[in-house]
């Protein structure tokens, strides 16, 4: 089994507009790291397959592989987390698993995204709220862009995901690093119903 980023694509389901300015700031870091700060690191058979457990959802494999001594907050060369994985894809349960078992929540990777972040970019309803009752950070920004959860959602339409972010206190007037706010990239994107919930939000739980 080759390295994780290599097994995976795990890039954030952006909409048009992110992913323009995301390619344009991948090609700057290329260009302005050192070779050496590049070089991958090496999992261990019991690290690489928590990742790819936790990134197929298998809650089974997670908890055998974590009763065995692998542990929680291994990351693979871009500092994604076992959690982060599990949180890309919507796997509630293995997520909550991994936080019993001692994942830490605000947690970020090599551009500053947090496990939160990852779940907001997909149709996972039930991931986010469950990481917004374990306390994870609803207004952290991402150290590349600026991208906050709220702006994810919207740039994506998550409609049920944005209505769940507002009412845990997210914050519609942040901006990126360019100025956006997650209205702007709802806009930008078409996505009415979110554009709605942005200029009329619900109360905050």
Do not use: W
Request: hydrophobic share 45%; with cysteine.
């Amino acid at each position: 089994m080759g390295q994780m980023f290599h097994t995976f694509d795990f890039d954030l389901r952006y909409g048009e507009a992110m992913k323009r300015r995301i390619t344009l700031i991948a090609l700057l870091l290329t260009l302005c790291v050192p070779l050496a700060a590049q070089t991958p690191v090496q999992l261990t058979p019991e690290e690489q397959a928590l990742m790819e457990a936790a990134y197929m959802g298998n809650l089974d494999e997670v908890r055998r592989l974590v009763l065995d001594g692998t542990p929680v907050d291994v990351t693979d060369p871009e500092g994604r987390s076992p959690f982060m994985f599990a949180a890309f894809n919507g796997h509630a349960a293995v997520a909550e698993y991994l936080l019993d078992a001692g994942a830490e929540i605000d947690t970020k990777d090599s551009s500053g995204r947090t496990a939160l972040m990852y779940a907001s970019s997909g149709p996972f309803a039930e991931t986010v709220g469950l990481l917004l009752k374990r306390g994870a950070e609803v207004n952290i920004q991402g150290t590349l862009e600026g991208f906050t959860p709220l702006m994810t959602a919207a740039a994506e339409g998550l409609a049920d995901v944005v209505r769940l972010l507002l009412g845990a206190g997210a914050d519609r007037e942040i901006k990126d690093k360019d100025g956006d706010t997650a209205l702007s990239f709802a806009q930008q994107n078409g996505h009415t119903e979110v554009v709605e919930l942005l200029e009329n939000p619900p109360d905050r739980e």
